[in-house]
């Protein structure tokens, strides 16, 4: 069966500092894989997904980017954090370009 | 840029009540989805419909979607605290998906 892993689930970081999540799935190959940000009790913002290794698409210019090294592996990435930055981060996938998005459990930033 | 409405933005009711929430799109759905979160976890596939006017049941759960495909409904039937959660709809446009801002659902025992 298919799994979805985030880590951490939970990070305080101060302003200016980098950031580094990760996301890997297992259990199938090629998938469709996607990076959400969610404001408290709020609803999903795309940020990034990709079709493949190396092939990333932005959907909100921000100081955040996505890298996908190898095909189940999705990172996103900061190199100064900014006080808005703060949210619930949530990697997801999928098959193809039509049906159900698995979500990981999620990691909570905290931008101090 | 399609945007999609859900309301009410918060509901809280106790158990055994009915309640019905909404979602409305600014265009037509491509295949709409409802999700239900629960807090520090990601969201759920509920239900996929594609077909306006179509109605599918889940349990205690009954969603519409509108003959013009542009607004769908949740319909709960004796809400139990288990239902407790965000509810997002969404619209699934080939590799993008965009979320509505969700009803946050309260059932009180």
């Known amino acids: 069966s298919q799994t979805i892993h985030q880590w951490p689930a939970t990070l305080v970081q101060p302003v200016g500092s980098p950031l580094s999540l990760e996301c890997t799935v297992e259990?199938?190959?090629?998938?469709?894989l996607y990076w959400y940000r969610q404001a408290a009790g709020r609803g999903l913002q795309l940020l990034f997904y990709s079709v493949g290794i190396g092939q990333i698409s932005s959907e909100v210019p921000q100081n955040l980017s996505a890298s996908r090294p190898q095909d189940r592996q999705f990172i996103l990435s900061s190199k100064k954090l900014l006080l808005s930055d703060s949210g619930f981060y949530l990697c997801?996938?999928?098959?193809?370009?039509?049906?159900?998005?698995?979500f990981g459990e999620g990691s909570r930033l905290t931008v101090l | 840029t399609q945007l999609l409405e859900q309301s009410p933005q918060f509901l809280s009711i106790q158990e055994g009540e009915n309640l019905t929430v909404y979602c409305n799109s600014s265009s037509v759905f491509s295949s709409l989805q409802w999700y239900r979160q629960e807090p520090g976890e990601g969201p759920v596939l509920l239900v996929t419909?594609?077909?306006?006017?179509e109605v599918k049941k889940l349990k205690r759960l009954t969603f519409q979607f509108g003959d013009a495909r542009k607004d769908s409904s949740l319909h709960i039937t004796a809400a139990q605290p288990g239902d407790t959660g965000l509810y997002l709809c969404?619209?699934?446009?080939?590799?993008?998906?965009?979320f509505g801002p969700g009803t946050r659902l309260s059932v009180l025992p």
């Open positions: 419909v594609v077909t306006g006017g």
């Open positions: 969404a619209d699934d446009y080939g590799q993008n998906f965009v």
């Open positions: 259990g199938t190959s090629n998938p469709n």
């Open positions: 997801a996938w999928r098959n193809g370009l039509a049906g159900e998005l698995f």
